[in-house]
């Protein structure tokens, strides 16, 4: 069967289900293994990096969704009031040029560096190479390939760069390297609080940081999948993967990119059991087995993956790095 006839069969046999796998696979690496490796962990101290930040006030806004197609299991509601303290949040997902900046100045290696290897989405790969580059797939969404040799810098496997991606998010950064990255620059990752208060740029309850349309007069706001997940992409907002993050308008904080493009992590460890009670700074459970993603990324599409609306969310292990995985910093004021 050809890698196209297997993604196809997967898709079927996912049709009317829970359908996490288009959003990232879950590596579920050795994680002991990394607090073995000296190399990845070069000290050095934190440059303080301001970069590009938009500061809020906080306040109280409905967090969560009733939406009626969403996900159940994922606890995007009940609708509750929340209320965040004054804080700086980045304009932009770290790109990789900020990233080479930190881990040229630190000597710090991502996980998936350590490890050798990262999830790939399948049409991304060369298909000439295929065969040479992957070395698995994931046996329930056949579209994520185990590529040995992927990382940041070579975000496809080997023989692939980011010359000229610079102004592209960073991708297949763990939860783990986000934090490591957040530190160097005196900033934390957000709050999920603080990532949806951020999106959401002053509209109560709408789906989408500009509304509740996602073409509305049909223009492409955002970075997500146009055609028949997983195998047909037609690219109708300009781009099949990853863009560049001020790619589309900001939202009304100046937040770009907040929805499509990459998944985003956050501070919290995952849960679903949420209450429509009034909450303060809420920073979620205390242990877990994921830590939160917000935002969707170019992979979602509304017939497998409605997941780049505000108020949706998913999760992922600190361990886990893929091609659509990124993040961006927060900081108390």
Not at 131 to 145: G, M
Not at 248 to 275: K, L, M, Q
């Amino acid at each position: 069967m050809t890698m196209m006839g297997e993604v196809e069969q997967s898709l079927g046999e996912h049709g009317g289900k829970q359908k996490p796998s288009c959003c990232s696979p879950s590596a579920m690496r050795d994680v002991g293994a990394v607090k073995t490796d000296e190399a990845r962990l070069v000290a050095a101290e934190s440059h303080g990096a301001g970069g590009d930040m938009v500061s809020l006030p906080g306040g109280t806004f409905l967090m969560g969704t009733d939406y009626p197609h969403g996900f159940p299991l994922d606890g995007e509601g009940p609708v509750r009031p929340v209320t965040v303290s004054p804080f700086e949040i980045d304009r932009f997902p770290v790109t990789n040029e900020e990233f080479a900046a930190f881990a040229d100045a630190t000597g710090y290696r991502t996980e998936a560096e350590v490890f050798g290897w990262s999830f790939v989405f399948w049409a991304h790969i060369p298909a000439e190479r295929f065969e040479e580059l992957v070395e698995d797939t994931v046996a329930a969404a056949q579209w994520w390939c185990k590529v040995p040799g992927a990382f940041w810098r070579q975000p496809e496997g080997p023989g692939s760069n980011v010359r000229e991606r610079g102004r592209y998010p960073v991708v297949h950064v763990s939860w783990n390297d986000a934090q490591a990255y957040a530190a160097w620059a005196s900033k934390s990752l957000p709050t999920e609080a603080q990532w949806e208060f951020a999106a959401r740029g002053g509209l109560e309850q709408k789906l989408y940081p500009w509304g509740d349309e996602l073409t509305p007069n049909g223009e492409h706001r955002c970075n997500v999948w146009q055609g028949r997940f997983p195998v047909e992409d037609t690219a109708e907002d300009g781009y099949a993967g990853s863009c560049p993050v001020d790619s589309f308008p900001p939202n009304g904080f100046g937040i770009y990119s907040a929805t499509g493009n990459v998944w985003e992590w956050c501070a919290d460890w995952f849960h679903n059991s949420f209450r429509a009670e009034p909450a303060k700074d809420p920073t979620g459970p205390a242990s877990g087995q994921g830590k939160v993603m917000k935002g969707g990324s170019f992979l979602c599409h509304a017939s497998y993956c409605n997941r780049y609306r505000v108020a949706a969310r998913t999760s992922n292990t600190p361990d886990s790095s893929a091609s659509n995985i990124g993040f961006r910093c927060a900081r108390a004021v």
